[in-house]
């Protein structure tokens, strides 16, 4: 049995994410900022290290892929969504009501077992990306342009959530963190690399 060896890309900078809302599933292009990141992960990344390429179907993840790799096939799949953030998105902690920021500080508490309305506990996020994981090859070398939610639990598979249920993992836009999937063994080999963000 091989191994897998994942880098995952959280996408640039958003308009959403310039304005301090939670998007979720919500579709939102990038920023001018955005995009620039994007672009400057083109110093870091070359196509031949990797054997393939995904991308969430979101805009924000499909066009930093597009803009970081632009000459490469970019497979895209819906499972490498960010967590669906129900009701909540295009808002933020200011425009909810107590009501409503206690569901949110409930959920942050505990992002497995609970869901915000209308959206997804991140237990539901881990099922569908891991099957996503399970279908690729044993050994294989993947890039994947997707969402923080996304990289957050992939870590958190392999070293377990923050036993005080804070989110204490920084991924920030345009992000590399790589991870390998062997036999015997997960190992994390890189988080929240912004190294190429310096050109920008």
């Known amino acids: 049995m091989g191994k897998r060896t ?112 209308g959206g997804e506990s991140m237990n539901c996020l881990n099922l569908r990306v891991q099957q996503w994981l399970d279908e690729l090859p044993e050994d294989c070398r993947v890039i994947v342009f997707t969402h923080g939610g996304v990289v957050r639990n992939a870590l958190w598979q392999i070293v377990g959530p923050p036993a005080s249920g804070e989110w204490s993992v920084v991924v920030e836009n345009c992000s590399l963190t790589v991870t390998e999937y062997g036999p015997r063994r997960n190992l994390i080999h890189r988080v929240n690399d912004c190294f190429h963000l310096g050109l920008v």
């Not at 900078?13 to 579709?27: F, I, K, L, T």
């Not at 400057?40 to 990344?45: D, E, G, M, Q």
């Not at 390429?53 to 499909?62: E, K, N, Q, V």
């Open 6 to 117: 994942i880098t995952w890309v959280r996408h640039g900078q958003s308009e959403w994410n310039a304005v301090g809302r939670w998007q979720g599933h919500s579709d939102i292009p990038l920023s001018e900022l955005g995009q620039a990141q994007a672009c400057s992960l083109r110093s870091r990344l070359k196509p031949d290290d990797y054997d393939l390429i995904y991308s969430s179907d979101l805009l924000r993840a499909h066009e930093t892929g597009r803009l970081a790799l632009p000459e490469s096939e970019i497979l895209v799949d819906n499972r490498l969504r960010e967590i669906n953030f129900g009701l909540y998105e295009g808002h933020n902690a200011e425009t909810l009501d107590e009501e409503a920021r206690k569901k949110v500080f409930q959920w942050w508490a505990k992002p497995y077992d609970f869901k915000l309305d």
